[in-house]
Every structure is written in C-alpha cells, then in structure tokens.
C-alpha cells in the first residue's frame, strides 16, 4: 500500500516522460527475466545485476515516477503458487520504495536541473546519497520482514541485515553515468550501449561471489562431516583454520594465499571420513594396526579433496601436516624444507589447538604452558618460524579456548589419562596433534 501512494502521484505528474518510464522499465525488466528463468523463481534479493538502471530512473525522473520503474521487472514472469506471488509483490514494493526514496533524497539534495548539465561534478555528491538511501531502504524493509517472522524479541541490529554501502555506490555511480549519457547529445541510445558491459561486469561480480559461496558450502559440509564422525574434536577444525591463519598473516604472507591456508587448517583432518568409525572412536589404546589405520588419514584427505580445484596448496597441507621437521613424521618421512610450507603452519596450528582445547578425556593446557611446549619441539617437530609467529600473534591477539567434546569435564581433579588418545602409544617424543 504504501509503494502504491508512492507511485500514485506519477500520472498526473506533467513533468513525467513516459517515453523514459517505460524504456527504463523494459531495460530493467529484460535483466531481470532471464535470471528469474534461470531460478525458476524470484532472483536473490540482493543480486543487483541492474540497480543501476533503478537508480538511473532516480536521478532522471520525479520520485512517483521513478519508482513505477521497478514493477515490471519485479512483477513479470511465468505464473506461479500463490506464496511466491507473495514475494513477488514484495519485492516489487521494496524496491519501488527504495527507488522512490533514493529520487526524493536525490531531489532535496542535487542541482534543480538535469544531471547532464554543465555543473556535472557538483551531482556527485547527491547521485552517492542517493544510493545510501537506496541501500538504507533496502536494508530497513529487510528487518522488517526478519522482525515479522522471528516472534523473539532482538535488538534492532540485530534484526538489520548487513548493510553493503559500497557496492550500492558503484552501482549510483553508474547509474548516474547512464543518466549524463542518457541527456547528452547522442540521447537514450548511447545510455543504453553503455549498460551492456555494465551488466556484464556486475553479472561476473555476482558470479564471483556465488563461487565463493559455493566453496564455504563445500568446505563447511566437509567439516560437519568430521565432527559428526569425530565427535571428540568437534570445533577442532574451524579453531585450527583460525590458528593457521594468524599465523601466515604474522608471516606476511600474500594476502590471497590467506584464504588457502584457512581452508587447509579448516579440512586437515577430513581424512578421518576414511577412517572406521570404531577406530575413531575407540575408547582405550590401539592396536599396532589400528594406528597405522589412523595414519592413513592425511592420505584419506588428499584423495577426498583432489578434485576440488579452488583448494590448491591446501592439498598439500592435507598430506603433509602430521610430517616433522626431523623427517620422523608421517606418511612420508618428508624433513626439513621438503615439507611443504602450508603444512608446517597447520601443523602447529593443530598441535596448538589441540593442546589448549578441553575434551572429554582431558583439561585443556593453558595457552602459555602449550606455547612453551611448542618452542620446546621447534626445530625438531616443528618449523621454529611458525611457532614464534604463533607466539607473537597470541601474545598479542589473545586466543579463545572451548570444550571441544560432547560434555565438558566435571569438576574436580583432572581424570588419569584413560582416552584413545593417551593411552595410545606413541612411537617418539612431541606433542600430540588434534
């Protein structure tokens, strides 16, 4: 109802062109379909791919105007079940609104006459406004719906979504681009050739964010997979990413590589999926042949995660981050420099973790005891740069420890070691890994 009395006052508005009304609106309903096809539904709420052209209807038509924009794009399309009318209609509404408000802040705030004139660079100022306003609406109308469906109370902020002032930006940039074009000397033609590439930089931009979705999918499904067969060190593998990451930004590594070493921190352990369950889980020491069974995970997870393409290095790390520094590790016996960088760093990271983390059979060590055992091994178990970046990064950022185990110990004295993993034994000296 209240998108409608926005748009109401647009008819008899004689001001209004509805030769760019409706051109506008053909514009954004055409970018709007065919993603709408694909989905068989409506697009995400926060694709995109043509705000653009919204915001140009803002800063070239009156707010009643502007807003009518938006509803063929949102309102067009194959019939569907009457709930997805509904949201249909919504968003149609949300963002007529949002487009009536980004026109009315664009009027109170910019030049009294079009924005192609020669006072050009002064509209700048009020075109980004406008696409704050734009955003703010958007994001508003958001928790309302989140309001309305969730009945506990939350704090207002909790309820707003997070806001993206920045690429709502760049879109009012370009949008304003295609107003100036649109009032040059070559018309609405030259405007609309315009908008191809812009679609097409927006349309990979999108593109690029769903595969990175798609990798955190992957990955997190992977890890629930192991804590749900590994139920002793549930949380171990986020904390040891966690762990891995401080590190390499202590080593000032590349900043692209940053997200690799997390990844490979986060499934270092998904090998175990290869690993019996009752292994997993035994409850007492094992045998010569169930430890070697055990053994096998690294080369479980470098099989699991082969062809996963966007974990590169991180593979490397899944191999080789139970190798020590004196060539004694496993599964092959690597020494020194011949171990793989990623894999040394998740190494400690995993040692670390697993030393500072409570679980059901053992209290957790505090963090200054499981340092000092980490510079004790360096330069036998480990590679002594990782452990005095993970020093320097913990003595400065603090870490965060937590039960990792289906119950939390009880209280009193801490119980003898009885578990799977102190009572198994141990071929040589070091600290035990997670």
Request: with cysteine; charged share 20%.
């Amino acid at each position: 109802m209240t998108a409608a009395a926005c748009a109401a006052p647009a008819p008899a508005d004689r001001a209004v062109s509805w030769a760019a009304v409706g051109l506008l609106a053909a514009v954004h309903a055409a970018g709007e379909l065919p993603a709408r096809l694909r989905r068989g539904g409506i697009p995400a709420a926060g694709s995109g791919s043509f705000f653009p052209v919204l915001l140009a209807a803002a800063f070239l038509l009156p707010p009643a105007a502007a807003a009518l924009v938006a509803l063929p794009g949102a309102l067009l399309g194959p019939a569907e079940p009457p709930a997805l009318t509904v949201r249909r209609a919504w968003r149609a509404a949300r963002l007529a609104l949002a487009v009536w408000a980004a026109a009315g802040v664009f009027r109170a705030t910019g030049p009294r006459h079009a924005p192609g004139a020669p006072d050009f660079p002064q509209v700048l100022l009020p075109a980004l406004a406008a696409s704050l306003a734009f955003c703010l609406v958007l994001a508003l109308l958001d928790g309302l719906v989140r309001a309305a469906a969730d009945p506990a109370p939350r704090p207002v902020r909790r309820l707003l979504p997070p806001l993206a002032p920045a690429p709502h930006c760049v879109h009012g940039l370009a949008g304003l681009m295609t107003a100036v074009l649109w009032q040059g000397p070559y018309g609405p033609p030259s405007a609309l050739l315009v908008l191809l590439p812009m679609h097409l930089s927006c349309w990979a931009f999108a593109q690029y964010h769903r595969e990175r979705a798609a990798h955190r999918a992957t990955i997190r499904a992977l890890v629930h997979a192991v804590d749900l067969k590994d139920r002793y060190t549930r949380g171990h593998s986020e904390r040891v990413g966690r762990a891995s990451v401080l590190i390499a930004r202590e080593l000032r590594m590349a900043e692209e590589r940053l997200e690799t070493i997390r990844f490979a921190g986060i499934l270092h352990d998904v090998g175990k999926l290869g690993v019996p369950t009752r292994v997993l889980r035994k409850d007492g020491p094992l045998t010569p042949e169930e430890r070697r069974v055990i053994e096998l995970h690294p080369e479980y997870g470098h099989e699991i995660v082969r062809g996963i393409a966007f974990l590169d290095e991180a593979r490397s790390a899944i191999l080789h981050h139970h190798e020590r520094l004196d060539g004694s590790g496993y599964p092959y016996g690597l020494a020194g420099d011949r171990i793989p960088e990623p894999a040394r760093i998740v190494a400690v990271a995993d040692a670390f973790d697993a030393m500072t983390s409570t679980r059901s059979y053992r209290r957790a060590r505090p963090v200054p005891v499981a340092l000092e055992e980490l510079r004790r091994c360096a330069g036998t178990q480990f590679d002594p740069r990782m452990v005095d970046a993970l020093v320097r990064a913990v003595r400065r950022d603090g870490w965060e420890t937590s039960v990792t185990s289906d119950e939390a110990l009880p209280a009193g004295p801490v119980p003898p070691a009885r578990s799977r993993h102190a009572a198994r034994a141990r071929p040589r000296r070091g600290v035990r890994s997670g």
